[in-house]
């Protein structure tokens, strides 16, 4: 079975603070994506990557960056955490061929206060 | 914006199959019909996709109509670990947003 985790299931953090969320999948998939879900939005596409080193920006960039220094491991980080960034974070990866389903993680709740 | 209508909430008993509807009218050539699940406080979990025939896995069978505009999933033999929120979507093959609507919340019932 894919098996997506993340670093952290509940989180809190102050405003103003560098938040760092990672995601570690062990299917050796290409691809993997960052959403954060909120009530009445649903999932919205934070920043994917396809590769080792690269990165595209989803619909809601701002405020956040990603790194992939490895194929297995994707983080977001939150430069400067604000309260408009309270949500639930979730990761998901998929294989190279792009019909084929994506796998999430469990999420992670950030509350900034 | 979600190109799916799903009915907000269906209730089943349990052990009997639940069957859980989508409209999707305005579906594309080459766009996939997709259902996900989320039970609480979890991540969306995949349970099976189809383009144009019916497909069966483990976890469930999904209907599509011979025009597309409408699918079923099937959960045969639904338990109470079934109750969650249930996403029909439909994308083209390429396109990484999904867009899950407000989804089928299911309720099994004991």
């Known amino acids: 079975d894919v098996k997506v985790t993340q670093s952290s299931r509940y989180l809190v953090k102050r405003t103003g603070e560098k938040v760092f969320l990672e995601c570690v999948q062990d299917m050796d998939h290409e691809n993997m994506f960052w959403y954060r879900q909120d009530p009445g939005l649903g999932l919205r596409l934070i920043y994917f990557s396809y590769d080792v080193k690269m990165k595209e920006k989803g619909d809601i960039p701002e405020g956040y960056s990603v790194s992939r220094e490895k194929k297995e491991r994707f983080s977001l980080i939150l430069e400067s955490a604000s309260t408009n960034q309270t949500s639930m974070y979730l990761c998901a990866s998929r294989t190279g061929l792009s019909y084929n389903e994506q796998f999430f993680g469990p999420g992670t709740r950030l509350t900034v206060l | 914006d979600a190109k799916t209508t799903q009915p907000t909430s269906m209730d089943c008993a349990e052990g009997r199959a639940a069957n859980l509807p989508c409209n999707h009218s305005t579906i594309s050539g080459n766009e996939y019909v997709y259902w996900y699940r989320q039970i609480h406080s979890q991540g969306p979990q995949y349970i099976i996709h189809g383009l144009k025939n019916n497909e069966t896995n483990e976890m469930a069978s999904l209907i599509i109509t011979e025009d597309r505009k409408s699918s079923t999933l099937i959960l045969p033999h639904a338990t109470l670990r079934d109750t969650a929120v249930y996403y029909c979507?439909?994308?083209?093959?390429?396109?990484?947003?999904?867009?899950f609507g407000k989804g089928t919340r299911l309720h099994i019932l004991p």
């Open positions: 979507i439909v994308r083209v093959s390429g396109d990484d947003k999904i867009i």
